[in-house]
């Protein structure tokens, strides 16, 4: 059995949406449990999160991009990890990242990078998508990793969208495959 926790944050519930597809991913595979966490709009955990963190084997990150990185909330987060980070809490965990933004680029890999960073000053070990990219002439809007993203997930929700709206459905199925991406990569890490 390994645990995965995807911890995110969304300020107008796009990314909330994404993190639900993240999660249904991962807790669709045999021998995952998967734990769903929202960083409050204050920045805050809900009580008990830190020792979930601490007991899990991966830790998915999520956050929009808001003016080329992630929001307050999820700095304040990520600041406050400073903890489990000088103690080594989170060193040799496996970490993935995702995010969403209005534009297509929206420098959403600036927030990407800021995950990755994160993870590796905690010494933890970085899950990328794992996906080729639909980049062909035939290519369309809803296909498996439409936003092209290696380093982690990307997902594009037009600013005057509601959460109904958007992620757009390939962007959600995107979010899932690398859902189980994860779990798959965290089983034969715990193995």
Known sequence: MA???VIYHSGYGHTQKQAEAVYAGVGSVAGI???L????????LPEGSWEKLEG?????LGSPTYMGGPSWQFKKFADASSKPWFGGLWKNKLAAGFTNSASMNGDKLSTLHYMFTLAMQHG???VGTGMMPSNTKAASRNDLNYMGSFSGLMAQSPADSSPDEGPLPGDL???RAF??????TALRWVG
């Open 3 to 5: 645990k995965v926790m």
């Open 56 to 60: 899990a084997d991966a830790i998915v």
């Open 179 to 184: 859902g189980v991406r994860v779990s798959e």
């Open 124 to 126: 933890m070990v970085w």
């Open 173 to 175: 199925e995107t979010a």
């Open 37 to 44: 966490v929202a960083i409050s709009a204050e920045g805050d």
């Open 33 to 35: 449990e998967a734990e």
